[in-house]
């Protein structure tokens, strides 16, 4: 079984611990997935089932969410799992300025990830450094916010601000709940979070663990094709002879369809997926390679 699923993330589970779920109902070992989430968080958990393993990296890199912070308290994990490390009085927030604060998360900004997250830092998970008390300075990344917007304010002693964020990969909600609370100088900390769309798959399409089991049980499942879920790239079918020789790592001349080493998802004349190519300049000219060979066809 190859292809992908989209599947809703509840919430107390891994990443990790979802796949292991899903090799089991799916009683196959080639699962992977895309996007950690935290096992706080619930939505969508891009899952690759077999040979679709070796797609994960070219599947669409935008993500959304709806994120709550939670303003006049900060923890250890920038998140309501972490230690309690302060509480400041926050009744005085309004809804005006909050938002009034959000357009400097637009666009590409540099943010410090939490102390607890999955980065590395000399071969170790800070997670790990932070939980075995070892300072480290938290390397700061370079990220994209394509949009944030004000949903819904709640006040009260530590008022909320429900959030809309779409985002690029690498971005972390619960930096934005920390640092906006930075800002209104009353602290702030990610309360919920729940993502809606990642990788191209959205969360009012996804499949629960329960879904997925009644699914199988049913004999009803069928996983999303690579097709589907690498839409967004060029495609560039090949002729059965072409075919063939690119799936042995042939180069095959032909005009190019897209810039130079640009991914794009290569098929047959029956728009099955053999695998992700690029163009590129040989000594034959401008041929288009392979990147990614799929053993076999894919639907």
């Known amino acids: 079984m190859d292809g992908f699923l989209n599947l809703h993330k509840p919430a107390g589970l891994t990443s990790h611990d979802c796949v292991a779920r899903v090799r089991r109902l799916l009683k196959m070992k080639r699962v992977g997935h895309g996007g950690t989430l935290d096992p706080a968080a619930t939505g969508v958990l891009p899952i690759a089932l077999g040979r679709a393993t070796r797609l994960l990296q070219f599947l669409r890199q935008d993500k959304a969410y709806r994120a709550?912070?939670?303003?006049?308290?900060?923890?250890?994990?920038?998140?309501?799992?972490?230690?309690?490390?302060?509480?400041?009085?926050?009744?005085?927030l309004t809804r005006d300025r909050v938002e009034a604060l959000l357009p400097k998360f637009l666009g590409t900004i540099q943010q410090m990830p939490p102390a607890y997250s999955a980065i590395q830092v000399g071969g170790q998970r800070l997670y790990n450094l932070a939980r075995s008390g070892v300072s480290v300075d938290v390397p700061v990344r370079t990220v994209t916010v394509y949009q944030i917007e004000l949903l819904d304010w709640r006040p009260g002693d530590c008022p909320e601000a429900e959030l809309a964020i779409a985002c690029g990969a690498g971005t972390y909600i619960r930096s934005i709940a920390r640092d906006l609370g930075n800002l209104l100088g009353t602290g702030g900390t990610l309360a919920s979070l729940i993502r809606t769309q990642s990788h191209g798959f959205d969360l009012a399409a996804s499949l629960t663990l329960e879904d997925l089991a009644a699914q199988v049980e049913a004999g009803t499942f069928v996983p999303i094709s690579a097709a589907i879920a690498l839409a967004h790239l060029p495609a560039i079918p090949l002729p059965p002879p072409d075919a063939l020789r690119w799936t042995q790592g042939q180069p095959i001349a032909t005009d190019p369809v897209t810039d130079l080493d640009a991914p794009l998802r290569v098929q047959d004349d029956r728009d099955t997926v053999l695998g992700i190519g690029k163009f590129r300049a040989t000594q034959q000219g401008i041929c288009l390679v392979p990147w990614v060979v799929l053993a076999g066809q894919m639907d």
């Open 68 to 92: 709550i912070a939670r303003f006049g308290i900060t923890t250890t994990t920038d998140d309501l799992e972490g230690e309690l490390l302060t509480q400041t009085p926050a009744a005085h």
